[in-house]
Every structure is written in C-alpha cells, then in structure tokens.
C-alpha cells in the first residue's frame, strides 16, 4: 500500500501504525515545519534502528524493511492552485523521474478534519488535496471530534458552566450560548485544550492556552465528499470502536 498523510503531524504513526502495515512508499504533509521536521526525525530514527537491527540479523519487532518516504510543508485547506498537494508533488526533485502519474491506495487525515471546517472553501480545498491522488478503489481514513457528543455534553454543563467541559486533561469552551438553526455547517467555532497534545500551559501561571477548532456537521461533510467521488463506508464513534478493534489480535498487540 501507498500512503499520502495529510495533516502528519510529527509523524507519529510512523514508527508503529504504517510500519506495521508494511507499507510501500509514504508521503506526510503538514503546515508546520517544526512538526515536519520531527516526522522527518521520526522516520530516520526508525529507519537507522531497523539498519542496526537487520546489520545484527536480529529477528524482533524492527526487523522489516524501511519504507521510503517524503515529507512537504503544506497546509492541506490551502485552496490556492499553486499550493494543492498535487502540484506541490509535481516540484517534488526526487519524484521527476517518474512518468506515471504518483497515486495512493489511502489517504490518513487523523484528528485535523475540524481545522477545514473553518470554512467551505478550506473544506473544499482538503477533499480536493485527498481526492487528486487517491486510487480509484483507494480509501480515505480520517478521524475527527463528534459534534453531536460535543453539543450533548455542553448543554448538560448549562451557562452555568460559562459553556465549558472537560477534566484534568482537555477542556472544550465556546466563544457563544447559541446559534442560528440556518447558519452554516461552517465556522461553529470553539476552542480546545488537550493535555501535552493541543494548546500549551503558559509556565507563569500554569494557564491552559486554547486553539480555536470547528464542529464537524457530518451530514455536511458526506454530502461535500460526494461531490468528490467519496462514499461513506463506515461510521463508528472512538469508543465503539476500541470496544471492537480491541478485541482482534493484530489490533491488540499494536494497542
């Protein structure tokens, strides 16, 4: 399998997710260099341990043949024809000589979807980045935060809670108390603060600092990924999931 990751990060599911899956060949974007930077780390720490290991003729978990793979800093919502993905990849050096178009059996967008849901045309800017390189019986994978449970629980927390939930490790605020029924699925904005993961703790005061993130009307995001080829082939919350992921053996021993 081909991997295009949108939206990478620092490349965590590099050394474990798509090692695993032995893949062929990977592509990670993101709009943050620094986070590029540590993928670009990431994956030659993993490539040099698997060197070392295969050099010892040691049979264990890093024992399988490194995958190649590119790295590029572009957001993945930029809607600017020069800055698609596709034509990003066009100017890419090492990927000139090849003459077929480059595609991908899967496109991964893990917890960054809501980031495009600031606007349509950011939406449309992403389904576009996914779908330009994506086999025609390719899959897209994505994950993203459930509004419905989101607007569940802030209305169990009442004003009373100045519209915030969370715990010890996230809190979720809203900016406003309510919201117009035929306003658009677009720029329902709230902000998010995620324990050594999303925001930051400010060291003079120990204060959370928030990002701003968007809900994710679904329906509107299957009816926009229909116009791009997409169809929906499963739904399933985090939790049933694990429930059920948990349970198979592959899964489990990556858990």
Known sequence: MSVLDLCCGKGGDLPYKWRQAKIAHYVGADLSKESIKSA?????????????????????????????????????????????IDNILKKEKSLQSITSKIMFDIVSTQFAIHYMFESQTKLRAFLRNVTDRLEEDGVFIGT??????????????????????????????????????????????????????????????????????YLVPFEALIEMALEYGLVLDKKMNFHEYYEKMSQTENTKKLY
């Open 40 to 84: 670009k780390e990431k994956h030659e720490d993993m490539t040099h341990k698997i060197s070392i290991n295969l050099d010892k003729r040691r049979n264990d978990r890093f024992a399988e043949k490194a995958f190649p793979a590119i790295f590029i800093v572009q957001d993945a919502g930029d809607d600017n024809e020069q800055n698609l």
């Open 144 to 213: 993203t935060v459930d509004a419905d449970r989101v607007v569940c629980k802030i209305r169990e927390a009442g004003s009373a809670k100045n519209l915030t939930v969370g715990n010890d490790y996230y809190s979720i605020v809203f900016g406003q108390d309510t919201f117009k029924k035929r306003d658009s699925a677009f720029g329902i904005k709230y902000y998010f603060y995620l324990l050594e993961s999303v925001g930051k703790t400010a060291f003079t005061d120990g204060r959370p600092i928030y990002v701003p993130e």
